[in-house]
T-cell receptor, first 113, second 115 residues
Framework: AQSVSQHNHHVILSEAASLELGCNYS??????LFWYVQYPGQHLQLLLK??????LVKGIKGFEAEFIKSKFSFNLRKPSVQWSDTAEYFC???????????FGSGTRLQVQP | DTGVSQDPRHKITKRGQNVTFRCDPI?????LYWYRQTLGQGPEFLTY????????KSRLLSDRFSAERPKGSFSTLEIQRTEQGDSAMYLC?????????????FGPGTRLTVT
């Protein structure tokens, strides 16, 4: 069965610090990967997605993620976080069998001003 | 706002009661999904509709749960004889049809509390 692991459950950073959130997946075939963000009191929004091609994908608000097939990873990065990046971040994998997304458990990011 | 809408946003019910939630997807989206999210976890897939046809159901969807999308537009999710373990956020998402259209647009969710 396909699965997604996010090992950092809660991350606290100061403004301007660099961010890297880990995401590992379990699936042997072609993958389609996503990062979603949920700001406090808001619904899930897509940050970025990887389908194929360049393994370094850029998303909204300065976020990027790198797909490393050999490591089964799709880590999210941002060079300099802002207080407004405080949110919960979810990595997700498209499950071709169920035709739905399989999500990780999420990482809660808290950015201190 | 033409995003996914869900109603109600919050529902408190007593154990054993039936509840029904509604989801209105983005109008041109043929695919509709229901997920459940509990505290500290990511959303878990429940069921998927392509137009009015329910094509996938998770094992999480016990026989107390039923979902419909009668005219291929809005969808309802009903939980019969609610249990405390049903307390969760129920999320609806939609996406356009077409090969490779996997991006889903989520609604704000319905938070269910079973007392």
């Amino acid at each position: 069965a396909q699965s997604v692991s996010q090992h950092n459950h809660h991350v606290i950073l100061s403004e301007a610090a660099s961010l890297e959130l880990g995401c590992n997946y379990s699936y042997g075939g072609t993958v389609n990967l996503f990062w979603y963000v949920q700001y406090p009191g808001q619904h899930l929004q897509l940050l970025l997605k990887y389908f194929s091609g360049d393994p370094l994908v850029k998303g909204i608000k300065g976020f990027e993620a790198e797909f490393i097939k050999s490591k089964f990873s799709f880590n999210l990065r941002k060079p300099s976080v802002q207080w407004s990046d405080t949110a919960e971040y979810f990595c997700a994998l498209w499950d071709t069998g169920r035709r739905a997304l399989t999500f990780g458990s999420g990482t809660r990011l808290q950015v201190q001003p | 706002d033409t995003g996914v809408s869900q109603d109600p946003r919050h529902k408190i019910t007593k154990r054993g009661q039936n509840v029904t939630f509604r989801c209105d997807p983005i109008s041109e989206h043929n695919r509709l999904y229901w997920y459940r999210q509990t505290l500290g976890q990511g959303p878990e897939f429940l069921t998927y509709f392509q137009n009015e046809a329910q094509l996938e159901k998770s094992r999480l969807l016990s026989d107390r749960f039923s979902a419909e999308r009668p005219k291929g537009s809005f969808s309802t999710l009903e939980i019969q004889r609610t249990e405390q373990g049903d307390s969760a956020m129920y999320l609806c998402a939609s996406s356009p049809s077409g090969q490779g259209n996997y991006e889903q647009y989520f609604g704000p969710g319905t938070r269910l509390t079973v007392t």
